[in-house]
């Protein structure tokens, strides 16, 4: 059985800074891309960031230069920092991992439970 167990979410004002965590337990052989998700009250979950196991990384173009994704191979952990946030970054956001497990001879996909980011004065 493999989780995904985020933290690090909360209420920042605008301009703050956040840093969110996510770390991946369980019987876990390998984990190739992980990313993170956001979905805000009403509309559908978007892709927010996401970083494959050689560390080459995509990001919407929403958060480009504000958000830098990065992870520890070594801890199944993925992050993300997030700079200079704006009220319209408010949104639940989802780790996002493809997992293999332990004497699994494929991958398959996995979701956290959500951490809750506002941005408001």
């Known amino acids: 059985q493999v989780q995904l167990v985020e933290s690090g979410g909360g209420l920042v004002q605008p301009g703050g800074s956040l840093r969110l965590s996510c770390a991946a337990s369980g019987s876990i052989w390998r984990i190739n891309d992980m990313g993170w998700y956001r979905q805000a009250p009403g509309k559908e979950r978007e892709l927010v960031a996401i970083?494959?196991?050689?560390?080459?990384?995509n990001y919407a173009d929403s958060v480009k230069g504000r958000f830098t994704i990065s992870r520890d191979n070594a801890k199944n952990t993925v992050y993300l920092q997030m700079n200079s946030l704006k009220p319209e970054d408010t949104a639940v956001y989802y780790c996002?991992?493809?997992?293999?497990?332990?004497?699994?001879?494929?991958?398959?996909?996995?979701w956290g439970q959500g951490t809750q980011v506002t941005v408001s004065s």
């Open positions: 996002n991992a493809d997992v293999g497990a332990r004497g699994a001879n494929y991958f398959r996909n996995y």
């Open positions: 970083i494959s196991v050689g560390d080459s990384t």
